[in-house]
Each structure stands twice: as structure tokens, then as C-alpha cells.
């Protein structure tokens, strides 16, 4: 059984999925009449989801390299106390390399979820549950990112690395988490009419 792709994997590729449908969004906009007034700033969206999709999408393959090097790691020799030690630092510099991955999966996907909230306005009405599902998709992301690091923050000693990174990954998650709800309330307005 392969350990990859894993749990940071599957978060960039879900993410991917929710710049694709943003970006499916912003291209049938793009070039209506009715549009018009709202066309730069959706060709700007566009070009950033697009930007995105592409990041994220990179970040599939890190993901697996990541863990790679981490399970490598983890079966270096502990015959002796200076083989345990030495496997014991590897395996900490192993574990933030591996924590940076998700970690940046979610800076992405909580960009994209701004992004969702951009074009529930300036999108085209007609997609608005594309914009819906781009959204859910890209807090998919967030929050499966956002396990991976913090099993990986479990692990690691660097107290000041853990500081560090928790509260940046909690902002991202509440922030995500109230995006996320405006947007869904949003298409579901507009659905009831």
C-alpha cells in the first residue's frame, strides 16, 4: 500500500478544483455586454484563481516529495545513541518541511475563498452555485490543510515554530469559516429569490 498521496495532497488538488470552477466563473463572465461594468475587476479575479489553481496544483506533487523525505527519515539507523539523535533531528526538519506544504495550501485556499466571495457580486448570476461550490471546495482545502498541520505540530518540539505557526493557523481557519458562510448564505439567497 503507498502512503501517497496523503492527506496535504488531497488538500492542493481540492483547492485546484475550486480555482478551476472560479475560473470557469470568471471566463463565462468575461466578455458579456451585461458585464461590462464589472470586467476588470473579474479579469483580475480570473487571473489570480488561475494563478492559484496552478500553485495548488504544484503543491500536489510537494506534498508527496515532503513525505517522502519524512518517511525516509524515519527509517534511518537508531543502533547506537548518536544514530537515535542524529534520526531524531532529521526527523524535526523533516516534519516542518513537511508542515510548510499544507500550511501554504492553506494561505491559498483562504485567498481563494475571498475570491469566491469577490465574484458572488461581479460573476455571472447564472453560475452563481459554481461560485458556491468553488468556495466549499476551497474550504475543503482550508480545513484538510489545516489537519495536516496540526498532526505535524503535534510531533514537532520547536516550541517557538509551534507559536509560531498556531495562531496563524487558526486566523486562516476563522477567517476561512466566515468567508465561507457568507458566501454560502449569499447563493442560497439568491436561489430563493
Known amino acids: 500500500a503507498s502512503p501517497t498521496p ?9 483547492g485546484s478544483l475550486g480555482a478551476a470552477l472560479l475560473c ?7 466578455g458579456k455586454p451585461k458585464f461590462e461594468k464589472v470586467e476588470r475587476d473579474v479579469r483580475e479575479i480570473l487571473k489570480e484563481a488561475d494563478k492559484l489553481k496552478e500553485e495548488l496544483s504544484g503543491l500536489i506533487q510537494k506534498d508527496i516529495e515532503v513525505y517522502t523525505r519524512f518517511s525516509q527519515t524515519s527509517r534511518m539507523p537508531r543502533d547506537t545513541s548518536e544514530l537515535r539523535e542524529k534520526r531524531r533531528q532529521a526527523l524535526q526538519i523533516a516534519l ?3 508542515t510548510q506544504v499544507p500550511l501554504t495550501a492553506a494561505k491559498l485556499a483562504l485567498r481563494l475563498l475571498e475570491l469566491a466571495q469577490l465574484l458572488l457580486s461581479k460573476g455571472n448570476p447564472n453560475l452563481i452555485t459554481d461560485v458556491g461550490v468553488g468556495a466549499l471546495l476551497a474550504d475543503a ?3 484538510s490543510a489545516a489537519l495536516n498541520v496540526q498532526i505535524n505540530l503535534g510531533y514537532i518540539k520547536d516550541e517557538e515554530f ?3 505557526t498556531s495562531p496563524v493557523l487558526s486566523s486562516m481557519l476563522s477567517q476561512g469559516q466566515e468567508i465561507k458562510d457568507k458566501v454560502v448564505k449569499g447563493v442560497r439567497d439568491a436561489l430563493a429569490g
Open 96 to 98: 516542518k518541511n513537511a
Open 162 to 164: 509551534r507559536k509560531r
Open 24 to 30: 470557469m466563473v470568471g471566463n463565462f463572465t468575461l
Open 6 to 14: 496523503g492527506g496535504g495532497s488531497v488538500a492542493a488538488l481540492v
Open 141 to 143: 482545502a482550508l480545513q
